[in-house]
């Protein structure tokens, strides 16, 4: 009998064994063209599962305005992809999108948020939300929904009801008096607590609001929403103490439930909505937390891997992409030689059935696999905006040397500008090719002629139109020249000329820094034409 036992445990071990090798690191990466193949199958299949409505739904009955979204959002951004619109009759699912937009306004409600004013981007007291019925899960398919409507490419439609849902949004958000629960979401506004599993799609949802088109209507997010959030992430992240969770999201603050690789994808976009880069020591520990995961199961529910779960794909894709981050460790020799997107992609390609669709995963264990294939279909498309990121104030040093910064607006020459290095600021992470230099009410900017990098000022601490005259300090300054003539035409400044204004130099980060929006500013005062007066510069 025992001879009979051990040999059916050793048979059940060896393919468990096999199971879990057959998850692992693929042989070959999925290529360009496999992902390509896939994508549009699996958009196929989900267009051919819309209900007469205009709704998808599935295992979760309660949750087709959530179905509705995701499946929508997958579609668009596919389309925004091709260049088109999403609603347009030119992409073969237009119609399909427009059928499942109606369907989720169909579902719209009214709350009234006047119990915080600073909450109401609309000033009319009202916030909106999307849910079928009185269900409680109203964070999720609300913020789903916003997802959606904002890639819909079109705010002349939708731009008030997207701005009364991310006021309901910041609304609902745990504020001072939620204890350790202070900038999180929990299923509605009126549900106890907050947990990371709500807050990670809400914080998408303001995301996509706030990214300008073809993603989003750029919409305002209130400051003091990424001040919550950063107390949230301090709540919610998993201390470093050398337990397992180390780094990781929990579900809710002080306990370890479910701390698992879904949870620290939404961790890590939470932190890029907050300005965190791949410099910043939570963001390791949580990038640290994922490495040490990396293969685990992931297939059943609140598991603390990724494999066979798509949704954990999907958030765990949203938080590396939007820090920019395409390589990770996972042999702890402190190389990020591991291309994590490649071994993703590759199981989502061999996973996806010949329909189309991909297998039922823990959330959705049986029936239409519709949250399942769009998961595996917003993943694979590997394309989320940019979370909502604080801009990183620089020194700008215009003429430096010159304190008055004058300029001549006839002058065919070109102006020079200096963006300041210092102690905790490196100006050879700025990408030079992305700046440009404007001035308040003008849409356009003018790009650098040319760059270099030398030591040729210190920073001046006061308003913009004071200034000194002092030259190096021993950091390394970024220096660019701007074209004047192309400087006045764009930015009109020939109809200033006499006044005193302000330049504003704008940029961003390389993806390795999160891809952080820079701004500084220095004041030039422009010259009546013709005229020429002494340039200000120390004898």
């Known amino acids: ?90 992409y073969e699912y237009g119609e399909n999108v427009v059928k499942g937009l109606d369907y989720i306004f169909g579902q719209i409600h009214y709350q009234d948020i006047s119990s915080k004013p600073e909450a109401d981007g609309n000033d009319n007291g009202i916030g909106t939300y999307f849910m079928v019925g009185a269900g409680r899960h109203v964070i999720y398919n609300t913020s789903i929904a916003m997802m959606a409507i904002a890639a819909s490419g079109h705010p002349e439609l939708y731009r008030d009801d997207l701005q009364g849902a991310v006021d309901y949004l910041v609304w609902a958000q745990r504020g001072p008096g939620d204890g350790i629960y202070q900038g999180g979401w929990s299923y509605s506004d009126s549900w106890f607590g907050a947990d990371n599993s709500n ?36 709540a919610i992240q998993d201390d470093v103490d050398g337990d397992t969770h180390d780094g990781g999201s929990r579900w809710i603050p002080n306990a370890g439930l479910w701390v698992n690789i879904l949870k620290t994808g939404n961790l890590l976009y939470e932190m890029a909505m907050v300005g965190d880069t791949t410099e910043t020591e939570r963001v390791q520990d949580a990038i640290d937390y994922i490495e040490r995961h990396w293969n685990d199961p992931g297939n059943y529910k609140f598991a603390p891997g990724w494999r066979g779960d798509n949704q954990t794909m999907f958030a765990m894709m949203k938080g590396l992409e939007n820090l920019g981050i395409e390589r ?51 993943t694979l498309q590997k394309t989320v905006p940019r979370a909502l990121l604080q801009e990183l104030l620089i020194h700008v040093d215009i003429k430096p040397g010159s304190c008055s910064n004058p300029i001549n607006v006839k002058s065919k020459g070109v102006l020079p500008v200096a963006v300041l290095g210092i102690e905790d600021f490196d100006v050879t992470t700025i990408d030079p090719s992305e700046i440009l230099l404007s001035r308040d009410g003008i849409e356009e900017g003018v790009s650098p002629l040319r760059w270099s990098y030398e030591d040729v000022a210190t920073p001046f601490e006061g308003e913009p139109e004071a ?59 422009l010259l009546d034409r013709g005229r020429k007066v002494n340039s200000g510069k120390k004898k």
């Not at 090798?21 to 958009?43: Q, W």
């Not at 998408?204 to 706030?210: E, I, K, P, Q, T």
């Not at 460790?329 to 071994?343: I, R, S």
Request: include cysteine; charged fraction near 20%; proline fraction near 6%.
């Open 199 to 234: 807050s990670g799609y809400a914080i998408s949802a303001l995301g996509f609001a706030a990214t300008p088109l073809p993603y989003g209507f750029d919409l305002n997010i209130p400051e003091f929403v990424k001040g919550n959030l950063n107390l949230w992430i301090d």
């Open 1 to 90: 009998m025992k001879s009979w036992i051990y040999r059916v445990l050793s048979v059940f071990v060896i393919c468990s064994l096999l199971a879990v090798l057959a998850l692992g690191t693929p042989a070959t990466a999925a290529t360009d063209e496999e992902i390509g193949s896939a994508v549009p199958i699996g958009l196929s299949w989900l267009a051919a599962q819309q209900n007469p409505d205009g709704s998808w739904s599935g295992f979760r009955d309660e949750e087709p305005v959530g179905y509705t979204g995701l499946v929508v959002l997958a579609f668009e951004m596919d389309a925004i992809e091709r260049g088109l619109d999403p609603m347009g009759v030119d």
């Open 328 to 378: 990770i460790d996972l042999d702890g020799d402190g190389v990020t030689e591991h291309d994590w997107f490649d071994e993703v992609s590759t199981f989502l390609v061999q996973r996806q059935k010949e329909d189309g669709s991909w297998p039922n995963d823990p959330w959705e264990p049986f029936g239409r696999p519709i949250l399942s294939t769009a998961w595996a279909v917003l």
């Open 467 to 525: 200034c000194h005259e002092r030259g190096g300090d021993g950091y390394m300054d970024l220096t660019l020249k701007f074209d004047v003539p192309e400087l006045v035409g764009t930015l009109a400044l020939n109809q200033l000329a006499g006044e005193t204004i302000l330049l504003q130099l704008t940029g961003i980060l390389p993806d390795e820094y999160a891809g952080t929006p820079i701004v500084g500013e220095d004041a030039i005062r």
